[in-house]
């Protein structure tokens, strides 16, 4: 009796190619996610009117927390799409956990137009701000827990230098850091933004000068 072999399970060779097939589209839905919520976020920009220069550059004044809101967020969004592809560049296969966390980064960075809106209103500062915190936080954290599993579940290609994940996570755990500590501070102040800034300066400056004094950072 003959058995067909129609359903046999495919060699190594072509589970390594399906894998990395499905890692380099993970990616590619990542740039295109986060090429959209840059779009978005342009297109959220308030348009100053006027009949007169004057005019247009008062109502531009008067928009200037808007258009402040959207630079910090172009920012938070190309790093994290540097950070992204820092480190997907070196992604050969994917997991049922990458992908999950994956598409919650991506809504995260797809929330961030509506939440740049949010964070530009007026009045209610604290809850526009703990929001929109909040919504930089999650990314974030997210973003943390993808690299994570990359190097948990040996995702990556051999030869990866081991402190691309280890100083990726830090980078961005400074980050979340100081949208975490921000949160409390804007019940104190409306520049609670510098912590945004602040935190991961500090950590920076840190990091100079234990490398200046020949002791790297764990």
Not at 8 to 13: A, F, K, T
Not at 71 to 97: C, E, L, N, Y
Not at 147 to 156: I, N, P, Y
């Amino acid at each position: 009796m003959n058995v067909s072999t129609d359903h046999e399970l495919p060699s190594q060779d072509e589970d390594m190619e399906i894998r990395a097939v499905s890692a380099e589209r993970l990616t590619f839905f990542g740039d295109a996610v986060v090429a959209i919520a840059l779009t978005l976020l342009a297109l959220e920009l308030p348009v100053p009117e006027g009949s007169t220069n004057s005019e247009l550059w008062h109502s531009a004044s008067d928009h200037r927390e808007s258009y402040l809101a959207f630079m910090i967020s172009f920012v938070v969004i190309a790093a994290h799409w540097r950070s992204h592809h820092r480190v997907f560049r070196h992604v050969t296969a994917t997991s049922g956990r990458l992908t999950t966390f994956s598409m919650y980064w991506l809504l995260m960075l797809v929330i961030t137009p509506f939440a740049t809106d949010v964070i530009g209103g007026d009045g209610a500062f604290q809850a526009r701000f703990v929001f929109y915190a909040g919504v930089q936080f999650a990314a974030c954290l997210l973003f943390i827990l993808m690299v994570a599993e990359v190097r948990r579940a040996g995702l990556s290609r051999t030869g990866t230098p081991p402190e691309l994940f280890s100083r990726t996570i830090r980078g961005l755990g400074m980050v979340a850091a100081g949208f975490l500590v921000s949160i409390p501070v804007s019940f104190l102040t409306h520049w609670a933004y510098l912590c945004w800034i602040a935190v991961p300066a500090a950590d920076s400056l840190v990091d100079r000068i234990r490398s200046r004094s020949g002791h790297e950072p764990s």
